[in-house]
């Protein structure tokens, strides 16, 4: 067993976590190989952004277990030792200090010591600047660097929130509807640069649009009521007849 | 330095330097009935404003820059009072009432001889450790403590402000031997000189401005760098930055520790300016009034949080000779008006009556005929 499970990345077997006599998560088995990426998918209340909660630390399972790399115990440790690892979170809205400049959103986000003490008296080095150069010109806010985050419009603060991401260099990028409020031409954009960064990292993607995973995705897991209910391509997953029924179905019905 | 600095702001930051230090200068060598001339009442008085500005400065560190409204400040400040005031009453001498080698109001509980922990306090130098050690530890336990178990937003107000009114009702207990509810008052003599003389006041105006300057530089270069950034992001976005692998919690207690003992040192040199120190400057009013203060001046700046002190102690002074019974009534509503069409206070001021300027005459030129170039200014508004 331990042979095989050698090559993941990211493991959650047997996971439950209520909330307040809700089951948000219920005997979840997910396993994801390295450079991956994954696209979860999945109706409202399905457990998509509480297994992300999982595991970045922000809450603890019930029972179960959730390790990271060979036997990393993610379940042990908060959100700031889980980050330190190499996984890194987009939230689903954008969420970026709005009060400082673009520029410096991206210092926060680079690797380096995060202690206090390094805090007070670290200056910004020329290879720093070139990288928070190279990282907004990715993420298309070159021309930005001294606007106020705040002043962005919705789109752009998605794609600087991605930038901080990028600039983390994570390991394990779990993102969050990163299309939410951008137009079709943005979302093309977003999917491409993902696919870029897979195979070099990997990628946890939940989305709603199936235009944008379509465009992404390989493999796709659909979560229902907390567990894993199909995983498969995005053709075996339309065609699937459980996930027609649970999920495309209902949203064929509420259509109708 | 991770910002720059506005070179305005700098000009109208010296000039206030200036006046700060002319003050004295001005006490001691205009002639008196000059109209340059400031009288000793006043060197006291605004003496004591700068301690209530260095007060305000760290209320505004933790709610301005970091999001933490602290109701505790007023502790902090009391304490560096209570440490000072230990030591001046051990420097009255025989001269107190009962002619006692004691404080008179240990004589009054029956005691003869001095309580164990109040002997070192006869050294000048163990006080001014006591002013740092004893906030420094309580900030740093009770900070530790809240911060682990995340406790942000209105309950760490609340936490604070009972930790501040328990304090309080511990030290109106006269079995802390601390004065009860008298506290301590009458003192005498501050190394060696008469308190009351005006060369001591003026010399404790003066300590007071330099130490004002001091906090004031060292809190502006703080939210210049990394530090600051981090410190202000965790105000505006404190799961990002956890997401981004600081350990938020390690840098609130160290802002937590820092502005108690600014805090703490405006206590200090508060009390031998106004010459008592008691509990009930810890009573919930007064952490509320160092609140008004930040609010009124501008949360969020350096300068704000002093015009604030100042300004509002200044209309405190004058109220409660004009109007005694009215000055609660007159700073509630002060900080229902500022927070209502003020927001960002005194400081901001400047740039909501040009705002409001500009909408005026953008308004104004509409009535003419609209040309473009006139149409494209109203669209900038």
């Not at chain 2, 502790?75 to 030591?87: A, D, S």
Request: glycine letters at 10%.
């Amino acid at each position: 067993m331990t042979e095989a499970h050698k090559e993941f990345i990211l493991m959650l077997e047997d996971v439950n976590k209520t909330f307040d006599g809700f089951k948000a998560i219920s005997n979840l088995n997910f396993y994801m190989d390295a450079g991956e990426l994954r696209v979860i998918i999945g109706p409202n209340g399905a457990g998509k952004s509480s297994m992300l909660d999982l595991i970045t630390g922000r809450t603890r399972p019930d029972t179960g277990r959730i390790e990271y790399g060979k036997d990393t115990d993610l379940t042990r440790l908060n959100e700031y030792q889980i980050n330190r690892l190499g996984i890194g979170r987009k939230f689903q809205t954008p969420s970026v200090y709005v009060e400082h400049t673009v520029f410096e959103n991206i210092l926060l986000s680079l690797p380096g010591t995060r202690s206090v003490w390094e805090a007070l008296f670290s200056r910004v080095t020329p290879a720093q600047k070139e990288r928070i150069g190279q990282v907004l010109d990715i993420v298309g806010l070159g021309g930005k660097a001294q606007a106020r985050a705040g002043s962005l419009a919705h789109g752009q603060k998605q794609w600087l929130e991605i930038g901080m991401l990028l600039a983390q260099d994570p390991k394990l990028l779990l993102v969050d509807e990163p299309a939410a409020g951008m137009t079709d031409e943005e979302t093309v954009k977003t999917g491409e640069l993902l696919l870029t960064l897979a195979g070099k990292h990997s990628i946890i993607v939940i989305e709603h649009d199936m235009t944008f995973v379509r465009q992404i995705a390989r493999k796709v897991t659909v979560l229902h009521q907390g567990s894993v209910l199909f995983e498969g391509t995005v053709d075996e997953v339309q065609n699937n007849e459980r996930v027609i029924e649970v999920y495309l179905g209902r949203k064929k019905k509420e259509n109708n | 330095m991770i910002q720059p600095a506005s070179k305005s702001g700098n000009w109208g930051l010296t000039l206030a330097a200036v006046v700060l230090f002319l003050f004295p200068v001005l006490n001691a060598f205009a002639p008196v009935g000059s109209f340059l001339h400031v009288s000793d009442f006043s060197i006291n008085l605004y003496g004591k404003y700068l301690c209530y500005a260095i007060l305000a400065i760290s209320v505004d560190v933790l709610w301005g820059y970091t999001g933490l409204l602290s109701l505790g400040q007023a502790l902090f400040f009391t304490l560096g009072g209570y440490m000072m005031g230990m030591h001046l009453m051990r420097k009255i001498g025989t001269l107190g009432q009962y002619h006692e080698t004691i404080p008179d109001f240990l004589v009054f509980l029956g005691w003869h001889n001095l309580p164990a922990f109040w002997r070192p306090f006869n050294s000048f130098p163990f006080a001014l450790l006591m002013v740092f050690l004893l906030p420094g530890v309580v900030s740093l336990v009770f900070g530790h403590l809240a911060f682990r178990s995340r406790i942000r937003g209105v309950y760490f107000s609340i936490l604070t402000q009972a930790l501040t009114y328990a304090a309080c009702l511990l030290f109106f207990r006269n079995s802390l031997l601390m004065g009860g509810n008298n506290g301590f008052t009458d003192f005498k003599f501050l190394l060696g000189q008469d308190l009351r003389a005006p060369a001591t006041q003026r010399w404790l105006y003066l300590a007071s401005a330099v130490t004002l300057t001091v906090v004031y530089l060292t809190c502006r270069w703080l939210s210049r760098t990394k530090f600051g950034l981090v410190q202000q992001a965790i105000r505006d976005r404190e799961d990002r930055v956890l997401f981004s692998g600081y350990a938020a919690s390690h840098y609130k207690l160290f802002v937590f520790l820092l502005c108690a003992l600014i805090a703490s040192v405006g206590g200090m040199l508060y009390v031998p300016q106004v010459g008592i120190i008691n509990p009930s400057e810890m009573a919930p009013d007064k952490s509320l009034e160092a609140v008004v203060w930040v609010a009124v001046g501008g949360r969020g700046t350096l300068i704000g949080p002093i015009l604030g002190a100042v300004g509002v102690n200044a209309l405190k002074s004058w109220t409660t000779r004009a109007f005694p019974d009215m000055w609660l009534l007159i700073l509630g509503t002060l900080f229902v008006l500022v927070t209502l069409f003020m927001p960002k206070g005194i400081v901001g001021l400047p740039g909501q009556l040009l705002a409001l300027r500009r909408r005026y005459t953008a308004r104004f030129k509409i009535a003419p005929p609209p040309t473009e170039p006139q149409r494209q200014l109203v669209k900038i508004e």
